[in-house]
């Protein structure tokens, strides 16, 4: 069927080559007269990191990007087919109905275990699978609040209360470890996929009664995550962060005595800890976040994920920085896609950024990476640093509007333009992309970004949404309105419980290109914390 589609395609391939063939022209011509320095692609440069085998750098990706680097549209805005009425459409989010798993976390106090269960939580909310952490220290807080509040009974949880031979108080942890796991089993069967029990579960009895109520529900998998940590430093870090960060346990206590208190606790924990040795349990055990992982029966395409993703994580100082390429020249024209140079003062910001970048990271290492698109790449071409390129870091692909400007797409197609402003990111362009799509195809990066130290990635508005939106954890409906200026670099320091960031903007003029949510009485509210919460959310019962 020669249909209008296809000569469509047919024609726009034609322009296509001749497009690239131009840009090809120019970008020899700048490189023949030093404007464009070459790319440098080299394997990771941290030598605490190993080589990777899917991620930058490494073999897989090398190929893939070097396939693939001529598969984006040339820079002509095609026009649209007459007989194209829809243009594209909402695609519903994946169905994970049947996904049940339940991860009960193992380990003494301030070894890391709220870190790892809100880590995996964000990451796997990004993946849009619902995830919720059900902490038993919140619940525990929560109901002594309650207490308090309504009977004026003022319970004491100091170290004492963690003691195994205060028998009360041993049967109060239990029966609130307990509660919170009927909370999580609830959640579950009303919809959520990912139950994370966050708790200390430090002898097998405890573990052996989680296993024994799991049993008798069906289709739940259960998986023990340890975290094991000997690293004085790091123990030292995660009591400071206890002592300091306004615990409600220490509130009527000096740091001093918190300290004190929180060691005693640890210690009466110490005295019964049992690490995982029961042969039949699913379990991961992560030493010191990175350096060791013991995997032992884990199954499945989701329960391989979410180790994959665990062994991952490392808790090193690093900056990851981002920066939207230089201002384009369809950004000038106020087009959308394409793959065009650098605008004059586009070219600026490009040389303006090394000192930038320098300045802020001084003698550290760092990887800059980009996407395969010309402005990206020219961008970086006079950063000092090693440079890999990622196909998966290419501008989100608008299909048949790549080329157009905002109001041609709204004139040609208005209701597709109209529910794409209704629900941006379950929007799909037809023979494009949706934002959802984007987060998909980001998966490695994000991946590799966990494994990896500072990293700078020079990328795309949409793609740095995406990437912005894990590090804070924005809702979905907020990622496609983020603002990512041009000429602003965006430093992100990653906490316990979150990024702190810091935003560079260089007096570079550039065209604005955020488009706000139009009519939107309530603009996306981004307000990334790094807070630790101490209290359960919802309403708990008063009783235990
Ligand atoms: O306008 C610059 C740009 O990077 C386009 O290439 C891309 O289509 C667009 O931003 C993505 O932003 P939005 O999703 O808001 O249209």
């Known amino acids: 069927m020669a249909d209008s589609e296809t000569l469509h395609s047919d024609s726009n391939s034609r322009g296509i080559a001749a497009d690239l063939a131009r840009a090809a022209d ?8 030093g404007e464009l320095a070459p790319v440098v692609t080299v394997a990771p440069a941290s030598p605490n990191v190993p080589p990777a085998l899917f991620g930058a750098g490494g073999p897989m990706l090398k190929r893939f990007d070097e396939s693939t680097v001529a598969s984006r549209k040339g820079s002509t805005a095609p026009s649209p087919p007459p007989s194209v009425k829809g243009i594209g459409k909402k695609v519903a989010k994946p169905d994970y109905s049947e996904q049940k798993i339940v991860v009960a976390m193992v ?8 870190y790892l269960s809100n880590k995996l939580m964000i990451y796997l909310r990004w993946l849009e699978y619902d995830v919720k952490v059900f902490n038993v220290g919140q619940l525990r807080r929560t109901k002594a609040r309650q207490k308090a509040q309504k009977l004026g009974v003022k319970e004491n949880h100091n ?3 963690f003691s195994h031979s205060n028998a009360q108080a041993t049967q109060s942890r239990d029966s609130l470890a307990e509660e919170s796991l009927e909370m999580l089993i609830k959640w579950l069967k009303e919809g959520g996929n990912v139950g994370i029990h966050d708790a200390t579960n430090s002898t097998k009895s405890r573990r052996a009664k989680i296993e024994a109520r799991l049993a008798k529900e069906k289709g739940m998998i259960l998986i023990f995550l340890e975290s094991l940590c000997d690293d004085p430093a790091v123990i030292a870090a995660n009591v400071e962060l206890k002592v300091s960060q306004g615990d409600p ?9 918190a300290r004190k208190d929180f060691l005693r606790r640890i210690n009466e924990y110490e005295k019964v800890y049992e690490t995982i040795t029961e042969p039949h349990l699913s379990y991961l055990r992560i030493k010191n976040v990175g350096e060791e992982v013991t995997m032992s029966r884990i199954n499945g395409y989701l329960s391989s994920r979410i180790a994959f993703y665990l062994m991952n994580l490392h808790i090193r100082p690093r900056n990851i920085f981002f920066s939207r390429h230089g201002e384009s020249q369809y950004n000038v024209e106020g087009k959308i896609g394409g ?5 004059l003062r586009g070219m600026q910001y490009a040389k303006a950024l090394p000192a930038l970048i320098t300045d802020n990271i001084g003698e550290k290492p760092l990887t800059v990476w980009t996407s395969t698109l010309k402005r990206t790449i020219q961008t970086a071409q006079y950063l000092p640093y090693t440079k890999l390129t990622w196909k998966s870091l290419d501008e989100l692909d608008a299909g048949v509007c790549d080329g157009m400007t905002y109001e041609e797409i709204e004139q040609a197609y208005p209701d597709d333009y109209a529910n794409r402003d209704e629900d941006k990111f379950n929007y799909r362009y037809r023979g494009g992309e949706s934002y959802r799509d ?6 490695p990066v994000i991946m590799e970004l966990e494994r990896q130290e500072n990293i700078l990635i020079i990328g795309h508005q949409a793609i740095l949404r995406c990437l912005y939106a894990y590090f804070h954890h924005l809702p979905q409906a907020d990622l496609p309105y983020i603002k990512i200026p041009l000429h602003t670099v965006i430093k ?15 007096p570079i ?7 706000p949510k139009p009519k939107a009485a309530k603009q996306p509210n981004v307000h990334p914390t790094t807070q630790r919460i101490y209290y359960v959310e919802e309403e708990v019962k008063t009783s235990a």
């Open 438 to 443: 984007v987060v998909v195809r980001l998966e």
């Open 249 to 257: 346990d220490y509130k009527d206590m000096s740091p001093d005595e």
């Open 339 to 343: 793959d065009s140079l650098l605008s």
């Open 509 to 515: 003029n550039a065209v604005d290109t955020h488009r």
């Open 26 to 33: 120019a970008l020899e011509t700048m490189q023949a007269s």
């Open 492 to 506: 992100l320091t990653p906490k316990a419980y979150g990024c702190d960031e810091e935003r560079y903007t260089l």
């Open 107 to 114: 380990g003494l106090p301030a070894r890391g275990k709220s």
């Open 159 to 161: 170290a004492e209360f």
